[in-house]
Structure formats: structure tokens, C-alpha cells
């Protein structure tokens, strides 16, 4: 079938006209943001880079020069392999999802090991006794830099990748990287000469280079904008939202977002665990399912907020689960005072955690919806998450009567 404009009236070209020009400038005006916030990331990534790698070249020839005992190298041959892989496997069970859902933190965090394994390199000629000691935990830091470094790459790699062009995206940042390590030779030999037998000068330039490093780190995971929704991501909307009925943008929530990590949480939140974490009797059971007709139960047990996920729950029954476990947490121990609907439903908080949860039944239902269609408005994906959910379903059924 063609379609012939010859029989177009001057009003129906120029309206046509029209909307491919604004399709074409609101086409541009995304694809300079996402340009422009990946030139400025690349560059706070790549170019402390050059000095860090020019510079740690010259440290470790430096550092190994004083420590060339047989004794020593082949301790660390001996333990330094087998204390790598113990820690790089317990470290994998204990960060789990979170490599995922806190790429940023854990960027970051890989950037602080990395800084601290060449610190300890460079110290450890200067205690022979502990040598061996010293330069295995610095390869252990390092093999956690490996993974977290690699995993984190990957997901924000994924985050990149606005046309499903991964591969694409991936040779991009291989071939820079081969660009920064050339950059880094070549910068390692000026260095070379001017820190051999210069310790003051080998430290102090170390521990420049290094809070140049971390600064730029910084900046460059505060330049990240996902708009897939994490806890840190979801929680701060949420609030927002509930507070004055406005929802965040991806831009302002991601400037909001913590990237340090939280080693303690006062009420912490455990996503899809056993039914066994708050279920303990048949009675507690029915409590659970009080007022709830959604593909999860949610409870309060030794001072955690548990979920648990049923096998047919959607992305969206997700979001409730997490956006209710969030109220939940923030009744139970407010940081500031509550305002709107959550200091309506703190009223109901008693000795009994249950009446407060079959209270947050009540005003998910009242808000969620229109929350939702408002994420979606805002420019936020509904249709995926990153919420740390661990790997647990359970199936109920109510009885009939």
C-alpha cells in the first residue's frame, strides 16, 4: 500500500512538519543529556586513572626492590592463591544481589580496596616480618576488587546499553581502557626515576594521586542516573510522595541516593525470605493474610521487616511489597518526624505489630495505584527492578469455609 502526499492540504504538511521536528528535537535533547552525562563520567573515571596507573608502576618497583627474599615470595606463592579464593567465595555469598542493586556503593567500595591494596604493597617492605601477612590480605583486597570491580562494570554496562547494544558498549569501554593503560606506561616512566630512593617523595605523591583517585570516583558514581528502581531509589520517592504528593524524577532521586555503604540498619528490611522467618503458628499465619489479598505476606519479627513472595507475584506486586515494608520501617522508628498518611498509620502502631501491618494493607491500597501511574509518569521503569529479593517463594492457600 503507498501513500501519496501529493493530495496533503499546506495545513496537514505543516502539522506533520511540525511533529517530526519536535520529535527530532526531544530525539536530541535526550541523546545530549545521555552524552553528556557518559563524557562526564568517562572523564572522571579515565583520566585519575592515568596517574593512579603510571604512578603504581613506579610504586611497586620501588616496593619490591627492598623485599627481594626468597623466603618471603615463597610464602605469599604458597598462601597468597588459597586465601584469595576463600575470601572471593564468602564474599560472593555475602553480598548475594546487592552487586546489583547497589552497583554505585560497590563501585565505589572496589575503588577504596584498590587504593588500599597498593598502599599496603607499598608499606610492606617496611615490616619484613610481616610481609607475607601484609601483601596476602592486600591480594586478598584485590581479588574482591576483581569481583566487585567486574560486577559492578557489568551492570552499569547494562545500564548504558539504551538500544540493547551491550557488546557495543562493552568493546567501547575495552578499548578505552587499553587506551588509559598505554597512558599509564608512558606516565610510569617519568615517574620511575623521580621516586627510586625517594621514600618522602614516593608518599606524598602517593596519597595525592590517591585522594584524586577517590574524588573523581566520587563524582563519577554521583553521575550515574538509573531509572530502575533499587530500596534507597524506591524509599526516597516514596517519602516524597507521601509527604507532599509529588513524585521525583530519576535525576533528583539518583542526587539523593547515598553511595556510601550502611553496615547497620535500625529496622532492616529482608526481601522474599522462608515463611519460617515470622510464620511460626497457624494463628500467625491467618494474621498475615488479614486484609491481605496480594501474592505476599509481610511481618514484623526481632525487629526486622520480612517479606515473603509468593510464586506468581509481578513486578508491580513487587514495588507494594517493598514501598509497604518501607512505611513499615519508617513507623517503627521514624528519623524525623511523620507527617500525612504515615503519621496516620503510626497511631495504630501498638505492642501488637500485626494490627500496624493490617493497617498498612489498608493505606497501600489507598495510594498505590495512583503512585504507580505517577512512577511511570516520571520517567521511572515499572516494568523491571533491582530490589535485593532473595530466592525463597512459598505458596499458600486460604481454606475454604
Not at 501529493?6 to 552524552?35: A, I
Not at 617523595?201 to 590517591?210: A, D, G, P, R
Amino acid at each position: 500500500m503507498e501513500i501519496s502526499v501529493e493530495g496533503w492540504s499546506n495545513g496537514e504538511r505543516k502539522r506533520r512538519g511540525q511533529r517530526w521536528d519536535d520529535w527530532k528535537n526531544h530525539h536530541w535533547r535526550v541523546q545530549k543529556c545521555l552524552l553528556a552525562s557518559r563524557v562526564s563520567r568517562e572523564c572522571q573515571w579515565r583520566l585519575p586513572a592515568v596517574s593512579i596507573l603510571g604512578y603504581s608502576s613506579g610504586l611497586l618497583q620501588f616496593s619490591f626492590r627492598y623485599s627481594c627474599h626468597p623466603g618471603l615470595f615463597k610464602g605469599c606463592w604458597c598462601w597468597k592463591p588459597r586465601g584469595n579464593s576463600c575470601c572471593c567465595n564468602n564474599y560472593l555469598v555475602i553480598t548475594r544481589n546487592k552487586l546489583d542493586s547497589e552497583a554505585k556503593k560497590w563501585r565505589l567500595v572496589a575503588d577504596v580496596l584498590n587504593d588500599i591494596a597498593m598502599f599496603m604493597e607499598i608499606l610492606a617492605p617496611n615490616f619484613p616480618t610481616c610481609f607475607t601477612l601484609i601483601v596476602c590480605s592486600a591480594g586478598i583486597f584485590k581479588s574482591i576488587v576483581g569481583v566487585a570491580g567486574g560486577a559492578t562494570r557489568a551492570a552499569l554496562t547494562l545500564h548504558q546499553a539504551r538500544r540493547d547494544n551491550m557488546a557495543d558498549i562493552s568493546a567501547k569501554d575495552g578499548s578505552q581502557e587499553t587506551l588509559v593503560n598505554l597512558a599509564g606506561l608512558l606516565v610510569s616512566l617519568i615517574l620511575i626515576p623521580l621516586v627510586t630512593d625517594n621514600p618522602l617523595l614516593t608518599f606524598v605523591l602517593f596519597f595525592l594521586f590517591t585522594i584524586l583517585h577517590l574524588c573523581a570516583n566520587y563524582k563519577a558514581v554521583r553521575s550515574v542516573v538509573m531509572e530502575t528502581l533499587n530500596e534507597a531509589r524506591l524509599a526516597i520517592v516514596l517519602h516524597q510522595y507521601l509527604r507532599d504528593g509529588r513524585v521525583l524524577g530519576p535525576l533528583e532521586a539518583n542526587l539523593k541516593e547515598p553511595v556510601f555503604l550502611e553496615f547497620r540498619r535500625i529496622v532492616p528490611i529482608k526481601l522474599g525470605v522462608r515463611l519460617g522467618e515470622f510464620i511460626y503458628t497457624s494463628e500467625d499465619l491467618n494474621l498475615a493474610m488479614k486484609n491481605n489479598h496480594k501474592p505476599f505476606l509481610i511481618g514484623v519479627k526481632r525487629g526486622s521487616v520480612c517479606v515473603c513472595l509468593g510464586p506468581d507475584a509481578s513486578v508491580c506486586d513487587e514495588i507494594r511489597a517493598v514501598c509497604q515494608a518501607v512505611c513499615l520501617c519508617t513507623v517503627l522508628h521514624p528519623v524525623s518526624p511523620l507527617e500525612g498518611a504515615l503519621k496516620q498509620l503510626s497511631m495504630s502502631h501498638s505492642n501488637n505489630h500485626w494490627e500496624l501491618v493490617h493497617e498498612s494493607h489498608k493505606l497501600m491500597d489507598q495510594i498505590f495505584q495512583p503512585f504507580l501511574k505517577a512512577l511511570e509518569v516520571a520517567g521511572w521503569q515499572t516494568s523491571r527492578t533491582l530490589l535485593d529479593w532473595n530466592e525463597w517463594r512459598v505458596e499458600w492457600k486460604k481454606k475454604s469455609s
